[in-house]
């Protein structure tokens, strides 16, 4: 049985920290869980982690707000297209009028895959969001004054990758991570782990004609996702048998100051991690006051007042 039981974590570069504020917390009901910095070359970036209000592995999903520095990611094949959100069955149109009250891109027709009915809208920076509707989803809602427990996000309910070709890529999600291939439908290819239930799927969306997207941190692309494995140990696991069978593009684990992340490339190009739930979120900041203070790792502790003066002032 494999290691990974789902999601822990999908980061993407996204435009202006408020505006992404504004897109998770107040039209999506999500909990900004953590404020803290990406510091990648000479000015800081945030890293801003939004999911239930525990935090819980799984919900979550981060940005950095790359319009600061100026630098467009391209969006293309080799890379995660779509993130899907879980919501329950008969919640689509109380989303599809909270799209229209926040003017917010949707799709005026919805599609069914997999049994499953989708509704298609877009962050500001042009990241493209599913809702998913589904009664398999029994994880904690994500409810806010506004967003009633019964139309509310339960948590990531799977990725959508563009890939060019997927041989290589089906033979690796099967024998390397050891999903389960649950089947094909028209250019997309569905993988499940653990239940199968929301928060364990992986889509393949086979489009041999997209022009391959960047890799870098930068705004508009979803830059990689993370699963969630226990701890180090399997995470290192992992890494050898990836390593054995010749998938050798992995790094060492990384502190990643709220978990250690192991990253690996899979076939077809997109960035994957293996995420260990280990430690959490609340070795800085107490459970019931979770992204309500700018935090830095222990080695930037020093520079905390610094690199906070160097970002755009964020509300929620
Ligand atoms: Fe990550």
Known sequence: MSAIKGFHHLTAGVAGAQED?????????????????????DEPIYHLYYGNARGDAGTLVTSFPFR?????????????????????KNSLDFWRARFEAFGVTYDKQTVTRFGETRQRFLHPCGI??????????SRTACVAADIPEQFAIRGVHSITLSLR?????????????EFRYAGEQGPYHRFETASGAPGTVVEFQHE??????????GEGTIHHVAFAVDNVEQQMALKDKLMSMGHIDTSESVNRNYFRSMYFKMPGGVMFEA????????????ADELGAEFQTPSWLSERKEELLSRLEPISI
Not at 128 to 137: K, P
Not at 165 to 177: G, P, R, T
Not at 209 to 216: A, F, H
Request: hydrophobic letters at 40%; zero cysteines.
């Open 128 to 137: 493209e969001f599913d809702l998913v509707a589904s009664d398999q989803d």
């Open 68 to 88: 600061q520095r100026g630098v467009k990611a391209r969006p293309g094949s080799g890379q995660i297209r779509v993130i899907n959100y879980s919501v329950p």
């Open 21 to 41: 504020v504004d897109f998770y917390v107040k039209l999506l009901g999500q909990s900004l869980i953590k404020k803290t910095v990406l510091l990648d070359g």
């Open 165 to 177: 070709e997927v041989a290589e890529s089906v033979i690796f999600m099967k024998d390397a991570l």
């Open 208 to 217: 041999p004609d997209r022009l391959q997207g960047s890799s870098i941190y």
């Open 275 to 286: 995420a260990t739930t280990d430690i959490g979120f609340t070795i800085d900041e107490a």
